[in-house]
């Protein structure tokens, strides 16, 4: 079987990963041994096969999982791997095959292993969502947490954090297990009502502040100070994939900031480019405006792969990111 994710709402995309790997762990390996994340970006097909051939002694069945297989610099994978899938379906119907990647699958017309992905019958799109759609993600993810918005509370926080549904789930998190600790006579049933300056103490500034001091201490090379920064972030109960995710988002915001800055074009321009909130191009501006293009690609490279690494379970946040810094 082939389950094919995609598409940049990478908070939900997630989401569904995290559902698919717990059925799996329920239904048919209850440790999870039968599990294996490939990098898409360095794998090949023989790895995937021996994936997909190696055996467990509590699971004949194996949960393989392909993360960004686009990004692959060896090109001739993409029509190899979708020969290899369609000589091996019967053989690997046992077996569960997960894609998950980021792309918005524009311009991908011509990917051979992207048009046979799509036509599987496991299918799901996650695409951006637009204001209304994040309104309405806002008011639901409250309420699963336990909590009651007003639209007038929604529309504050959308305007605050834009689409970064990581960053509304964190503080959303934060705000409610505080408040239920102020009211623990409430039942686990009961919702948690949001006081209007209950928002207003969102650490939304203070987060932004903090990410944009610990790009720029990156970015500016100050070793001491970004150690210094990711110390207090990491004290301060950061959880580890929401802090690099906002680090490596604010990097690639750079990047195509400073992109369109060297194409000479205007903050409107480069906003409605890039298809983010003008006010998050304009807090990028001056940032970018220090860096050079080919420096921020070097830097959020290096991100990227210590993503990866994260992700398959083949580095360590702190430490690995802390060698980063240190090597700048």
Known sequence: MIIFIYGQNTFNSQQKLQELKAKFIKDIDSGGDSI????????????????????????????????????????????????????????????????IDEHSGEKMGRNVLWQYLLKQQFVQNFPALNVSQVNQWIGQRAEKHGAILSSTQIAKISGTFASNLWQIDNELNKIIHYKRGLNKDLSKDEKITIADE??????????????????????????????VLLEQEMEAGMAETYLLHMIVRQFRILMQVRQGLDSGLAQARIAAEIKLHPYVV???????????????????????????????????????????????
């Open 198 to 227: 209950d928002l207003d103490n969102m650490s939304s500034g203070k987060v932004d502040k903090n990410i944009f001091a610990l790009t720029d201490a990156i970015g500016n090379k100050n070793k001491r100070l970004a150690l």
């Open 36 to 99: 294996k994340v490939l990098d898409g970006a360095s794998t090949s097909v023989q790895d995937i096969s021996q994936a997909l051939g190696s055996s467990s002694l509590f699971s004949s069945k194996r949960l393989i999982i392909v993360r960004d297989i686009v990004t692959n610099k060896d090109k001739t994978i993409f029509k190899n791997l979708r020969d290899y899938l369609k000589k091996n379906e019967e053989a690997n119907n046992d077996n569960i095959i997960i894609f």
């Open 282 to 328: 304009q807090k990028s501006l001056q940032q970018a405006r220090g860096f050079s293009l080919e420096f921020l690609k070097n830097i959020f490279l290096k991100l990227i792969e210590l993503d990866k690494g994260l992700k398959t379970g083949q580095a360590e946040f702190k430490v690995s990111l802390g060698l980063l810094i240190a090597k700048l």
